[in-house]
């Protein structure tokens, strides 16, 4: 118990006292999974509303695999990238392996079966009297896919917020493609394991509040945003 | 706009099959018919929101291609059974088809105003859609149509989901604002007392094809096939053959022998229909006369509502003909079940429809 204690006080000294490696964590936490959250919209929500919207040969396959996508075991993607990137790999000419590009990599696979899977869900929802209507009013295809993506920007916002949390909270990934190097690759999640390794409790208390205000901090806003949607709805 | 040789296929079934069909200016066109019946999907097909094959003409043009038809859809708009509003405020669901013609935000929200004031809803402009009860939402939805002036208005049983007074409202202004735009409308619904109503010319579609076309009172008053007949809610229909008689007048025969006069059909067998509106039911032998040339004795056998009138089945020669009354009527007539009574109609009012014949009347 008193190490549960002694770990929230060392928290908290090294939350608000400005620990230079907590805060370059953190940091670098929120670059990599901000912009693989990012690239994962801007691929995701186009995708699955392509897949939504249109009907062609091998549909099916497709959604089954954005479904298996959404239930993918990031240490299996971490394997997967690390395979791509590594020296000898496909992609090994880019020497991207233990560095943050590759946990971006590692991040947007994670990511984009969720946005794409959420998205394409909530099209398909969206009343087939509505979409006509749309259409009715004299959109262009572009006009009328910006309106649908307008209707359904709630469901589009927990997508979002799942997907967010997928990549924030991941471990097995990015210590795969990463390497879990402090000062240079190491994320929140990483640092945990590792803190928690080598018996600095305190640290990793610290970092798991973080993470912990991090997550809630993100779907708080979000949510308030996603709530403010569905009241104007 | 004319549709020629309009055909709909889905998942290898036909689902409409129209020779013609055309929608002048100003005029009401009512596509009437029973729920499946391909009102809906025909309907679409005209509006370009249906891949249908044939051939669509629209202000002289063929409608051929995602182009030519986004250009309709934009020269036309439509109102649904439901009032598909989206989620944002009333202002900008009407201002929505404006801007997507490329009008700027604030003229279209001016124009958008006024046409909320036309349909009396401009102090609902702020209001969220779900915050409107049904009708406010498809007087919405009907200023979100009229508010681009459009040539050719859809529209899809608007009324459908109303109560029955607003529906009388709505209707009155929409016919009210469509006469004096001079805008065309093509009105589905399944409602005959509705297509009455609204329409210059009524359709009627069965099974994805038209069974008659024409001026809404001759397609009412005078039924080309049984179902039709039916479905407008006549229950009187007399086997028979329609012959000259001997000053060239016609009669329509009985299958019991009995000759009874009969509006213009072709000579040959027949089913002879009789509107329940068109029978005046008497209790006392009329002189016969040249306005009720027909008169059958009989008695009452069931009289049951229909609406704010009774229905009165009228057990006749081995012949069962339908009235209509009104409450006072019956009761001044005592027409109580077993009572005798006398049912007597105009020539014109039987009307024979030739048998195994299936007649189409372009509009």
């Known amino acids: 118990m008193q190490v549960i204690w002694d770990g929230v006080r060392e928290a908290l000294r090294l939350i608000f006292g400005g620990d230079a490696d907590v805060l ?37 396959l497709v959604v089954t695999g954005i479904n298996t996508g959404m239930a993918a075991p990031p240490v299996v993607v971490g ?12 992609l090994g000419q880019f020497r991207l392996l233990y560095s943050t590009w590759a946990m971006v990599i590692a991040q947007v696979i994670i990511a984009f079966p969720i946005v794409a899977g959420l998205s394409l869900a909530a099209l398909q929802q969206l009343d087939v009297g509505l979409r006509q209507q749309i259409a009715a009013l004299g959109a262009s295809r572009l006009q009328a896919f910006i309106a649908q993506l307008r209707e359904i920007r709630v469901a589009l916002l927990a997508a979002v917020m799942a997907a967010f949390g997928a990549v924030i909270s991941e471990v097995g990934a990015v210590i795969m493609v990463g390497g879990n190097i402090k000062g240079q690759t190491q994320v929140l999640t990483g640092a945990i394991v590792q803190e928690t390794r080598i018996g600095r409790f305190a640290v990793a208390i610290a970092l798991a509040i973080i993470l912990m205000v991090l997550a809630f901090g993100t779907n708080l806003a979000l949510t308030l945003i996603q709530q403010k949607g569905r009241q104007s709805a | 706009m004319v549709a020629r040789d309009l055909r709909v296929v889905r998942g290898g079934h036909t689902l409409v099959r129209v020779h013609r069909f055309e929608v002048r ?3 009401v066109h009512v596509l009437l018919g029973p729920n499946g019946a391909g009102k809906s999907t025909l309907l679409k097909a005209l509006n370009g929101l249906e891949q249908a094959d044939g051939t669509l003409e629209f202000e002289g043009r063929a409608v051929k291609g995602n182009g030519a038809r986004l250009a309709l859809r934009r020269r036309t708009a439509a109102v649904a059974q439901k009032p598909y509003l989206l989620s944002t405020s009333v202002l900008n669901n009407v201002a929505t088809g404006l801007r997507y013609r490329g009008m700027q935000r604030r003229e279209a929200n001016a124009v958008a105003l006024e046409a909320l004031k036309l349909l009396d809803i401009a102090h609902l402009a702020a209001r969220k859609p779900g915050r409107l009860s049904g009708g406010e939402a498809q007087r919405a939805s009907i200023a979100r149509a009229l508010v681009c002036d459009p040539v050719v208005l859809f529209l899809d049983e608007p009324m459908a989901f109303l109560d029955p007074p607003t529906r009388r409202t709505l209707t009155d202004d929409l016919l009210r604002i469509l006469d004096l735009r001079g805008i065309a409308a093509v009105w589905v619904t399944h409602d005959r007392d509705e297509a009455l109503a609204v329409g210059d010319t009524v359709t009627f579609i069965e099974r994805g094809e038209v069974v008659q076309s024409g001026a809404a009172l001759e397609v009412f008053a005078r039924p080309a096939t049984e179902s039709l007949a039916t479905f407008l809610g006549l229950d009187t229909f007399l086997e028979g053959t329609v012959i000259a008689g001997p000053g060239g007048d016609l009669r329509f025969v009985l299958q019991n022998g009995r000759e009874l006069w009969c509006g213009e059909a072709p000579l040959g067998h027949a089913v002879a229909c009789l509107p329940p509106e068109n029978v005046v039911l008497l209790t006392t032998t009329p002189e016969r006369s040249m306005s009720l040339r027909n008169v059958l004795q009989g008695t009452v056998e069931d009289v049951r509502p229909d609406g704010r009138l009774l229905r009165v089945s009228v057990t006749t020669e081995g012949l069962k003909v339908g009235a209509l009354v009104t409450k006072a009527a019956f009761e001044e007539l005592d027409l109580r079940v077993g009572a005798p009574v006398a049912a007597a109609f105009k020539a014109t009012a039987l009307h024979p429809i030739p048998r195994h014949e299936r007649a189409e009347r372009s509009a």
Do not use: D, E, K, Y
């Open chain 1, 79 to 90: 394997l997967l990238v690390a395979m791509f990137l590594t020296r000898n790999g496909p």
């Open chain 1, 24 to 60: 370059q964590i953190t940091l670098r936490s929120l670059w990599v999974s901000g912009l693989a959250l990012l690239i994962a919209v801007i691929l995701g929500v186009p995708f699955g509303s392509l897949i939504a919207l249109r009907s062609f040969s091998g549909r099916r």
């Open chain 2, 25 to 27: 200016s100003g005029l």
